[in-house]
């Protein structure tokens, strides 16, 4: 167990749609990052928070936002939803730079 | 910017054979490089990571992967396979400074025959 909740598990939903994904990092981690996952990209890298502040931008879509909470989990918004977003989206966390990820279990997104 | 590329997408081998996972990275800065593992339905796992202290470094169920910086690579071996070894294996990288996320490799998906 990473100690990284991510929630739900599955999200099936249809084009247009607006969904949220929610992630609780391990107790101490200050750093939340959230990937895609997809079989013809791999894993691309969206959008990292430090402290409840911005602190990299990856290949995030206009229509995707983040944020991250006082309590320090984060909640990834994607709206406009297309067929293409369908993938796994993964959260990590970590304490400082240079510290490993750890892992959530993801987040099955089905667009139909 | 750093890049990874993992040669080979899928290695199949007999059980209680070598494990070799190719990986090259491209850094302008010295690197943070680490070994993650997926298996089916879970998030990816921390298998090794590579700092600078120590060129060969020992990771998690057997693996070692041996940072070579005039080759630019970071290979992931293990000298004898497992049924449960078969998964897929990601070769990452950051920036040791400065404030990069991981970028990944396409990832290796590793067969483990009986």
């Known amino acids: 167990d990473s100690g990284v909740t991510q929630t739900p598990k599955h999200l099936i939903t249809a084009t247009g749609q607006r969904v949220t994904l929610r992630c609780s990092p391990r107790?101490?981690?200050?750093?939340v990052y959230w990937y895609q996952q997809s079989l013809d990209q791999g894993l691309q890298f969206l959008i990292q928070y430090y402290n409840g502040e911005e602190r990299a931008k990856g290949n995030i879509l206009e229509r995707f936002s983040a944020q991250q909470f006082p309590d320090l989990h984060s909640e990834l918004n994607l709206s406009s939803l297309e067929l293409g977003d369908s993938a796994l989206y993964f959260c990590?966390?970590?304490?400082?730079?240079?510290?490993?990820?750890?892992f959530g279990n993801g987040t099955r997104l089905t667009v139909t | 910017a750093q890049s990874v590329t993992q040669l080979g997408s899928h290695v199949s081998v007999s059980e209680g054979a070598l494990v070799l996972l190719r990986c090259n990275y491209s850094s302008s800065v010295p690197p943070y490089l680490f070994w993650y593992v997926q298996y089916p339905n879970q998030g990816l796992q921390l298998l090794l990571k590579?700092?600078?202290?120590?060129?060969l470094v020992k990771g998690i169920n057997g693996f070692e992967a041996e940072f070579k910086k005039s080759e630019t690579s970071f290979h992931l071996t293990k000298p004898s396979a497992h049924m449960s070894d078969a998964a897929e294996y990601f070769c990452?990288?950051?920036?040791?400074?400065?404030?990069?996320?991981?970028?990944f490799g396409k990832g290796t998906r590793l067969s483990v025959i009986a």
């Open positions: 990590a966390s970590s304490h400082e730079q240079g510290s490993p990820l750890h």
């Open positions: 590579y700092t600078s202290a120590a060129t």
């Open positions: 990452a990288v950051s920036a040791y400074s400065g404030n990069t996320p991981l970028v």
């Open positions: 107790s101490g981690d200050l750093s």
